[in-house]
């Protein structure tokens, strides 16, 4: 199975500040690399997928980039609402499989 | 309104059976791979089981339950199950029902995206 290895685990941040989160694959999944967001106590939500095509609905302040093994999401300005964990998911081959999470807490 | 909810979920004993559902509404059930993720209390995400499209012609497990779950669906009636037997306590989670973003997935997810999750269905295996 491909492993993802997300970093930092978390990471505290202020309002306006730029975010970025790396996720690295064990081996090559091309751009099948996909970000979801889980606030507390809710489902995750769909922000990025195939690395950078961003999700119906979801702010332009975010955008992803990367290839092969090695992707980041970016937050360009982080919002109250941006404060949550974010996950990698690798859909490159079954069984298909997330990273460890990184929680966004504010300073 | 797409929607997906599940049902299903309660507290068992280890070694006995469980089986889940989710009622799927506001889209084209059958046009789309269905996935079951799940997430232990206090971690991340585990991918558990996806089907393709067409009836199940293409299936896959997560190795943490291959053998011990299976996955299937029901078209006309617009339902995702998953069928847990020989529960442990580490399957002890929340299990998210899951839409595919694209239609006609054929190896469930691959090159893929998740789109729609329902509010999930708590699993607790405990004596």
């Known amino acids: 199975d491909i492993q993802m290895t997300q970093s930092p685990s978390s990471l505290s941040a202020s309002i306006g500040d730029r975010v970025t989160i790396t996720c690295r694959a064990s081996?090559?999944?091309?751009?099948?690399l996909n970000w979801y967001q889980q606030r507390p106590g809710k489902a995750p939500k769909l922000l990025i997928y195939?690395?950078?095509r961003l999700q119906s609905g979801v702010p332009s302040r975010f955008s992803g980039s990367g290839s092969g093994t090695a992707f980041t999401l970016t937050i360009s300005s982080l919002q109250p609402e941006d404060f949550a964990t974010y996950y990698c998911?690798?859909?490159?081959?079954?069984?298909?499989?997330f990273g460890g999470g990184t929680k966004v807490e504010i300073k | 309104e797409v929607q997906l909810v599940e049902s299903g979920g309660t507290l068992v004993q280890p070694g006995r059976s469980l089986r889940l559902s989710c009622a799927a509404s506001g889209f084209t059930f059958d046009d789309y791979a269905m996935f079951w993720v799940r997430q232990a209390p206090g971690k991340g995400l585990e991918y558990v089981s996806g089907i393709s499209w067409n009836s199940g012609n293409n299936i896959a497990y997560a190795d943490s339950v291959k053998g011990r779950f299976t996955i299937s669906r029901d078209n006309a009636k617009n339902s995702l199950y998953l069928q847990m037997n020989s529960l442990r306590a580490e399957d002890t989670a929340l299990y998210y029902c899951?839409?595919?973003?694209?239609?006609?997935?054929?190896?469930?997810?691959?090159?893929?995206?998740?789109?729609?999750w329902g509010q999930g269905t708590m699993v607790t295996v405990s004596s």
């Open positions: 899951v839409k595919d973003l694209f239609k006609y997935s054929s190896s469930p997810g691959a090159h893929d995206a998740f789109d729609i």
């Open positions: 081996q090559s999944i091309s751009d099948y």
């Open positions: 998911q690798q859909t490159y081959t079954n069984p298909l499989t």
């Open positions: 195939t690395t950078s």
